[in-house]
Each structure stands twice: as structure tokens, then as C-alpha cells.
């Protein structure tokens, strides 16, 4: 999966938490349900992991962590860059902007900027 699906992905969970947190406040009796996307980010971000049957505890470990930190750092960064987005609206004092406005605003600027690669590719490919 391409950093821009994961950061659309992470826009998609923080926007249903933040839908799911105004359901809870509105009607605080009743049960609100998640998706279960971060289950399914994390299904379809983190790799398979096979351990050869002689891995030691050590070369297990080490196994595991090469395989899954390159996606659990991408995952990690996409929230954070989401939350900077966030904090930064916050701290500016800008209580005009909703956290679902910023988060629409990220998610409008990644699918253009996939529009723009999937023109630059097409142009690329019809030049040839």
C-alpha cells in the first residue's frame, strides 16, 4: 500500500473517530460502533511474517521488527502528520475550522495530488 492510500486510509479513521465522538455526545444511552478500519488498515498495511522454526527468541524479534517496522513507521507518521495538521488549526486559535474541515482538507489535497501522478503517469505512457 502507497503512503498517500495509507494517509487517506488514516483521514478515514480519525474522521469516523471524530463522527463517532459527536454520535456518543448527542446520545450519550446508546452504543456507538466502529468500522473496524484500523483493523483492516493494519490487516492490509502489515505484512505476512514467516519465522524459520530455528529462529531463536533474538532472531525472532529481529525478524519481526524489519518486517513490520517500515509499516508501523509509515502508519505512525501519517497519524502524526494528521495530528500536526490538527494542533496546528487548534494552537492558531482558529475555532472557526472544524477538526472534520482539516481532515476534509487533507483528504482533498492527497486525492489531487493522485490525480496529478495518475495524469503525469497517463501523459508519460501516451508520449511513448
Known amino acids: 500500500m502507497q503512503r498517500n492510500e495509507v494517509m487517506q486510509r488514516v483521514v478515514g479513521i480519525l474522521t469516523e473517530a ?21 483493523a483492516a488498515l ?45 494542533a496546528e488549526i487548534h494552537d492558531a486559535g482558529r475555532t472557526d475550522v472544524p477538526a472534520a474541515e482539516v481532515l476534509r482538507a487533507i483528504s482533498l489535497r492527497l486525492a489531487g495530488q493522485e490525480g496529478q501522478e495518475g495524469q503525469e503517469g497517463q501523459a508519460g505512457r501516451a508520449g511513448q
Open 18 to 38: 471524530v463522527e463517532m465522538r459527536r454520535q456518543a455526545r448527542e446520545h450519550p444511552d446508546s452504543d456507538v460502533v466502529s468500522s473496524g478500519a484500523v
Open 42 to 86: 493494519l490487516a492490509e498495511t502489515l505484512p505476512d511474517i514467516r519465522l524459520p522454526a530455528e529462529a531463536g527468541g533474538r532472531a525472532a524479534v529481529d525478524i519481526i521488527t524489519e518486517e513490520l517496522g517500515p509499516a508501523i513507521v509509515t502508519i505512525a507518521n501519517c497519524f502524526a502528520f494528521a495530528f500536526v495538521q490538527l
